[in-house]
């Protein structure tokens, strides 16, 4: 076999890599637009937000540089630890509730032969309804006097429930609500997975006899394992920044009990006009949601690997 001289390798190898330089600056010229935007309206928030944090911010004058004073307070104080340990207790049963129910209803709507898209709908459309207007109707389903849940309980002689003003209820009254609310978005994606599963594997299934319910234990769910993982470091980062429902219905309470980081973050700048503390609040999120973001990537690109295009 003749081979190349290394000069004449070299002479068709330059030109291609001037070639290739040339087109991934123009491909970067089309991105600097959006790399602008990207910069000015999210990194310089986060930059400044880590600077804040060192600083006591005057709003009327110049901030000044206090060290490591706004960390010494975050984490001298009682209702840090109070917010982060509600946080771990709603993702726990947001873990055991809505993490399993947008998947036990995703295997029953593939299941169905008839009326499965109608069921889609049904599902999604609490995503549809304002969040304000749902938290609305909510409390007063949750209503101690005359509300739905409590008049459906007095219909079998069970007694009221304070279910927003008890301590042992409020967590899981408000994850039921975050359930109703998350979960259409949820079943539409673990829908989507189902309908990438080759039928084929089902066929020799039930040619070897194995029940709907072997099937979804053997087969289904072995095949969503690397998408529930994904969806449960999402479900993880979401609930980690609840703050709406909390602040629309109790408030934080009763006796802090549904206080979360992200209330304490809004109630330390917009209530007390502490930024430099609220911008710390703000870092202790940034680095426990970087983390969980940070698996995030790291399973989808698992995901692709496991389920290539």
């Known amino acids: 076999m003749i081979r190349p001289a290394p000069s004449l390798l070299l002479k068709h190898v330059k030109p291609l890599q001037r070639t290739k330089i040339k087109n991934q600056i123009s491909a970067y010229l089309f991105l600097l637009p959006a790399l602008i935007i990207f910069a000015v309206f999210s990194w310089y928030p986060i930059i400044t937000t880590i600077v804040y944090s060192f600083q006591k911010v005057g709003l009327m004058g110049p901030s000044k540089w206090v060290g490591l004073q706004n960390y010494v307070r975050m984490f001298g104080n009682p209702v840090f630890y109070t917010a982060w340990r509600n946080v771990l207790e709603f993702i726990a049963l947001s873990l055991v509730f809505g993490f399993a129910v947008p998947i036990i209803l995703s295997l029953m709507i593939n299941e169905m032969r008839r ?25 007063l389903i949750y209503a101690p006097e005359g509300g739905v849940l409590n008049s459906a309980l007095k219909l079998v002689h069970i007694p009221p429930q304070l279910w927003l003003q008890d301590p042992h209820t409020v967590k899981l009254a408000l994850i039921v609500i975050m359930t109703w609310l998350g979960a259409g978005g949820s079943i539409l994606i673990y829908l989507a997975a189902l309908k990438e599963i080759n039928p084929e594997v089902y066929e020799a299934a039930e040619l070897d006899g194995v029940s709907p319910l072997q099937r979804i234990i053997y087969i289904t769910l072995p095949l969503l394992k690397s998408r529930m993982a994904i969806m449960m470091v999402l479900q993880i980062i979401a609930v980690a920044q609840v703050f709406t429902e909390p602040f629309i219905l109790t408030t934080g309470g009763p006796g802090n009990n549904t206080l979360t980081p992200v209330l304490e973050l809004y109630r330390t700048a917009f209530e007390r006009s502490d930024f430099g503390l609220a911008s710390t609040w703000s870092v202790s999120l940034l ?10 990537i790291w399973l989808t690109r698992k995901s692709d690997e496991d389920h290539p295009a």
């Open 115 to 139: 009326f499965g898209s109608i069921f889609q709908v049904i599902t999604y459309i609490p995503t549809l309804v304002p969040i304000a207007i749902a938290l609305l109707i909510w409390r």
């Open 287 to 296: 680095v426990v949601l970087g983390a969980f973001s940070v698996l995030y």
